[in-house]
């Protein structure tokens, strides 16, 4: 069955089946409202701004009944209030949710600073077709791969070994809301060139721009 994916702003995404739909990340820096409006549940990989703004998901949570977020154990522990509307999750667990199979992969956050532990961040594989890592480079067998396009705790060695280790036969960039027009042209260059290497489809989608897996 085809999964339409949706990218929004920095490492938000959208995966819709037979009418059906989940919203992953949409944190502070994912501006558009539709990306959460109507899916039945999200699932959020850790606790950074970026991927997680509390208040956006109470808000969703009391505007639709059937909400339900998915996350790591320091993610839920800024959600209570929500009772068994929040659930967390761990490494290893495999979940029915909104129509799709998700199993949970990762514990925690790549590193990212000398002097502060990394947190929780647990990556989702979606129908065993798409994996989000959140901020971690976790290796798994998957046919797609979302892929960190720039952060402060990767390099672009980094994404290109991530890439040719994971070998997906389609790879989309997300994590990308803190770099310019320039940092753009630059990530899609290192993209294009890597799809070119491993023969595959990997590429930066717009914010708004979907594709069927």
């Not at 989702?124 to 976790?138: I, N, Q, R, S, Y």
């Amino acid at each position: 069955m085809t999964i339409k994916l949706t990218k929004y702003g920095h490492a938000c995404v959208r995966l819709e089946k037979n009418g059906r739909s989940l919203a992953i990340d949409p944190g502070a820096m994912t501006p558009e409202a539709d990306a959460v409006t109507g899916a039945e549940a999200v699932l959020v990989t850790h606790e950074h701004f970026d991927h997680f703004e509390p208040g956006r998901l109470r808000a969703a949570a009391a505007g639709d009944p059937r909400l339900v977020v998915y996350t790591c154990p320091g993610v839920a522990r800024h959600l209570t209030g929500l009772g068994d509307r929040v659930r967390v999750v761990r490494e290893g667990d495999v979940l029915p949710i909104a129509g799709f199979e998700v199993t949970v992969v990762g514990e925690k956050h790549h590193f990212s600073h000398p002097d502060v532990p990394p947190v929780d961040n647990v990556g989702f594989v979606v129908d065993g077709e798409v994996l989000h890592p959140g901020d971690a480079l976790t290796v798994v067998d998957v046919p797609t791969l979302l892929v960190p396009g720039q952060a402060p705790w990767m390099t672009v060695p980094d994404m290109i070994a991530y890439l040719r280790t994971m070998a997906p036969r389609r790879a989309y960039a997300i994590h990308d809301g803190l770099i310019n027009e320039w940092g753009v042209k630059v990530l899609e260059g290192v993209l294009a060139g890597e799809a070119e290497r491993l023969g595959a489809d990997i590429r930066r989608l717009r914010p708004g721009e979907s594709v069927e897996l």
